[in-house]
C-alpha cells in the first residue's frame, strides 16, 4: 500500500486575491464615473476579473493603495509581454512567494517599495 497524501488544491484566484472591489465600488471611491472606471480598465491601469456566483466585473481592492497603484501598468505590461493572460497576472501577483524581500506576495512587495524586485522577477517570471 502506497502513502499518497491528498494534494490540496490550489485556491482559486478569487480566494487568492480576497479582497475585491466592483466598477460601481470603484467609481465611487475615486469620485468618478463608472465610464472612468471602465476606462482604466480597459487601458490596463487595473486589471479585473470576473467572480461571484454572478460573475461581476471586480478589481483587486489592494489596486488601489495609493502605495501600488502608480506600479501597476508597467509591471502589468513587463507579465504580458513575457506571454501570461490578465488571470495568470493576478494569479502570480497574489501569490505568495518567501523569496521576495517582503514575506508575502508580489503585490505586498509593491506596497513596500520594491518595485525594482518585482518587476525583475516578473521579468524572470515570463521568460
Not at 56 to 75: K, M, S
Not at 91 to 108: A, M, Y
Request: proline share 9%.
Amino acid at each position: 500500500m502506497t502513502d499518497q497524501t491528498p494534494t490540496s488544491p490550489e485556491p482559486s484566484l478569487e480566494d487568492l486575491v480576497g479582497s475585491w472591489l466592483t466598477v460601481p465600488d470603484i467609481a465611487e471611491r475615486l469620485g468618478i464615473p463608472l465610464s472612468g472606471v471602465r476606462r482604466l480598465i480597459e487601458e490596463r491601469e487595473l486589471l479585473s476579473a470576473r467572480i461571484g456566483e454572478r460573475r461581476v466585473v471586480a478589481v483587486p481592492e489592494q489596486f488601489l493603495l495609493d502605495e501600488v497603484y502608480p506600479y501597476l501598468r508597467g509591471t502589468f505590461t513587463v507579465l504580458a509581454d513575457g506571454g501570461m493572460g490578465d488571470e495568470e497576472i493576478l494569479q502570480w501577483l497574489f501569490t505568495p512567494d518567501p523569496t521576495l524581500r517582503v514575506p508575502g506576495t508580489p503585490v505586498d512587495n509593491l506596497a513596500a517599495g520594491f518595485k525594482t524586485e518585482v518587476r525583475r522577477r516578473a521579468m524572470e517570471q515570463a521568460f
